[in-house]
């Protein structure tokens, strides 16, 4: 499967522990999204990376969330003391800017649950 | 920031029926304007897409429809069938590769 993979699938944690998830893009892909999904809601923005460079960071993304891709491929979003609050569907996508396309491609997700 | 709203929330058609799917945003500099579709526990699909310079797309049963002036956009789904069954999301950007701002979805149910 040469699509946009994410990991874990699943993720159940206790209130206040630190969560960290993983996007594998599309391999040619340069640019990386990552997006909160609440039930009953469309994705909402949370960044993008255009190679390892953050190019932009939404007003919901607290100071408790991070989010790296050190060699431009793959990322990494992390979550520091978790609250209920924070349980979602994390959506990764990946796009190719540059040509005609620049269509952004969704992984599977990480459904969080923060007991 | 934009605000994007769809209309209507949900939509109950026969197969075989047109449904029709409206998206208004705010934002004024929009210009790429994309339509997902999501199935039950599964990812956004782009279904397709329109930018800025152009008023009509359309994709065999499937077209969208752009009006800059009214900053609306359509989905047009001909000869549904029960596997267009699924969430419809709109979500206009200012730029085809930057973030996208999802409506809240319309689930479209097509009954045989």
């Known amino acids: 499967d040469t699509g946009v993979s994410q990991n874990p699938r699943h993720k159940i944690t206790k209130r206040g522990q630190n969560v960290t998830f993983r996007c594998d893009p599309i391999?040619?892909?340069?640019?990386l999204y990552w997006y909160r999904q609440t039930l009953g809601q469309g994705p909402e923005f949370l960044t993008y990376f255009q190679n390892e460079a953050q190019l932009e960071k939404s007003r919901l993304l607290s100071d408790r969330f991070s989010a790296e891709r050190p060699k431009g491929s793959f990322s990494t979003l992390e979550i520091q003391r978790t609250e209920q609050g924070d349980s979602a569907m994390y959506l990764c996508?990946?796009?190719?800017?540059?040509?005609?396309?620049?269509?952004?491609?969704f992984g599977p997700g990480t459904r969080l649950t923060v007991t | 920031g934009e605000n994007v709203e769809q209309h209507p929330s949900t939509l109950s058609v026969q197969e075989g029926d047109s449904a029709v799917i409206k998206c208004t945003y705010s934002?004024?500099?929009?210009?790429?304007f994309p339509w997902y579709k999501q199935e039950l526990g599964k990812r956004p699909q782009l279904i397709i897409d329109i930018r800025s310079n152009v008023g009509e797309k359309k994709d065999q049963r499937i077209a969208v429809t752009l009006n800059k002036t009214a900053k609306h956009f359509s989905l047009h789904i001909t000869e549904t069938q029960p596997e267009d069954s699924a969430v419809y999301f709109c979500?206009?950007?200012?730029?085809?590769?930057?973030?996208?701002?999802f409506g809240k979805g319309t689930t479209l149910s097509v009954s045989s």
């Open positions: 996508a990946s796009s190719l800017v540059g040509k005609r396309g620049d269509e952004q491609y």
């Open positions: 934002d004024s500099a929009s210009n790429y």
């Open positions: 979500a206009p950007s200012n730029q085809a590769g930057t973030a996208l701002i």
């Open positions: 391999s040619e892909h340069n640019r």
